[in-house]
């Protein structure tokens, strides 16, 4: 433990002072500025905030997490010379790259709602916004650590990561409106549901729109999810999904590296 904490304090300075840092809280701060500012329905701004951390947040975290990881190796390589422990090292690295991206990202989102918007409108939702966004985060680093320790080529780990994202945020709502296209004569509204919880980011959509209670928007689809995932036992399904989300690909992504030879 002592020495995953002293790589997370190492890494965390050294991440934190990364332009990108910067650069990632200052776009969602003036983002978030201008629409708690000049929308006076404090709900579209929320929905139009959403829509950028559910695409951007998950880009960001593949793509900084995959090209840290590999830009690292000379320190990794060093570090692993030392009697550490590669368990300790790798989530000390883990860590260290994703907090300093949560905080600006919360820091950019919550600074403007407090000092631009209504305290008591929309503070649950906020709140709710922002442990998304920490997830999602959590998930795509944990993602590009995988795919850096399995894929030694830095060009194709990059494109692994992209082409993941491409499929979980671009790809899979039209492979998921053919299906319902083809079988709609068929009963497959469990399918439906199970198929939304193997996606991180269509998950994490479903549940913050049905909150916003207007699933009605989604259609008969809309109807079925709200169904399950309104209810206690759907809150529980998609929090252990959304764990397993973040627990998995950090499970591999440490038996790779516990095996990996730099």
Known sequence: MQY?????????????????IIFFFGFFFLVSYSLFTFESNIQKSLLSLFNLIIYL????????GTMYFYNSREYIEMMLCQPIPRNSLYFGLYF??????????????????????NMNEGFDFIILLCLIGTILNFISIAVAFLISTSVNDK????SFAIFFWL???????GILLLLIYIFSDYPIEKFLLFITLINPINLSRTLFVLNFDISALMGFTGAIFKKFYGSVLGSIVSSVALIFWLIIP???GLKKFMRKDF
């Open 4 to 20: 995953i904490k002293k790589i997370l304090k190492f890494e965390f300075n050294n991440v934190s002072r990364s332009r990108w």
């Open 96 to 117: 260290g790259t994703s907090l300093p991206i949560v905080l600006s990202l919360v820091a950019g989102i919550l600074i403007p709602f407090i000092l631009f918007s």
């Open 250 to 252: 950090l499970w591999l």
């Open 167 to 173: 499929i979980m945020a671009i790809a899979f709502d």
């Open 155 to 158: 060009v194709k780990g990059l």
């Open 57 to 64: 947040v998950p880009l960001i975290g593949l793509i900084f």
